[in-house]
């Protein structure tokens, strides 16, 4: 038998669960965006090495994405340097671009022997929301420079 005490226990369930999926983040915050990169030059400076990486990254939202800063993370330190790039992820879409950095030669041999690069972007939704990814790229399946 239903009483009111159960109907109020049920309407105040229901009630909490519209509010918390109301409150829940969208797919466009649950970002799932991969990438995968390949190096088209690498110059020896010493300890360092310039790499010029080609990167796509790939997003399955239904949101458009745009950056605001975009850096990569060393794997061997944690610190992370800023990188010369600004791009828009369509929705279930991707984009690709070209950038330069200066990595350590042991981190560069990492990635040689299979160790991702990891990018950190902050990036915006067109709903206004702002949210960070950090991305572990792996190697295009082309040919990369030797």
């Not at 109301?22 to 799932?32: L, S, Y």
């Not at 690709?96 to 990891?118: C, H, N, Q």
Request: glycine fraction near 8%; charge should be negative; proline fraction near 3%.
């Amino acid at each position: 038998m239903i009483t009111a005490r159960g109907l109020a226990v049920a309407g105040v369930c229901l009630l909490l669960s519209a509010v918390l999926m109301a409150r829940t983040p969208r797919t466009v915050n649950g970002h799932e965006i991969s990438g995968v990169y390949a190096i088209q030059q690498a110059d020896n400076a010493g300890t360092d090495v310039t790499v010029t990486l080609h990167i796509i990254l790939s997003s399955s939202t239904d949101a458009t994405l745009e950056s605001r800063d975009v850096a990569l993370r060393s794997t061997l330190s944690g610190t992370t340097q800023s990188l010369s790039a600004s791009f828009t992820i369509p929705a279930h879409g991707n984009v690709d671009f070209t950038v330069s950095a200066s990595i350590s030669g042991a981190e560069y041999k990492l990635w040689r022997e299979g160790e991702k690069p990891m990018l950190v972007l902050n990036l915006k939704a067109l709903d206004g929301s702002e949210f960070t990814r950090t991305v572990g790229l792996l190697p295009s399946v082309h040919a990369e420079a030797k």
